[in-house]
């Protein structure tokens, strides 16, 4: 267990995670994901993503199941997010989101893909 002091953005970043899972899963859901390892929690400074690891038949997915926070830091976490997948063999990142969303990633190759967006890596 790390005890290095939760900085203020973090706490924002979290507060925000949680406020949208209330909204849609759940806490309980996540963290049974978190425990057995097929999903992962992305921080940035006031920005936070959730993701799941997803067995497809062509391959292994990483779905954003989450993202909050100030869109300049989600798009920070957007790298490291595409780099880990890359690593643990994931064929492309999927997600779902308004329009607004596609527009935003357009310029980092994820475009719509019926009702998800998606990049193929």
Known sequence: MNDAPVSEGDQEAL????EALAA???????????RCGRARIWMGEGAVLATELAD???????????A???LSEVLALRPGLEA????????????????????VLAPFGYRRAGHEIERRL
């Not at 507060?15 to 949680?18: F, I, S, T, Y």
């Not at 497809?56 to 989450?66: A, F, K, Q």
């Not at 890359?86 to 607004?100: E, H, Q, S």
């Open 56 to 66: 497809e038949p062509d391959g292994p997915c990483l779905h954003v199941w989450l």
């Open 84 to 103: 880990w997948a890359r690593g643990a063999g994931c064929r492309r990142i999927t997600l779902d989101g308004r329009k607004g969303w596609a527009r």
């Open 68 to 70: 909050a926070g100030r």
């Open 15 to 18: 507060a925000l995670a949680l």
């Open 24 to 34: 849609d899963a759940g806490p309980a859901d996540l963290a049974v994901a978190l």
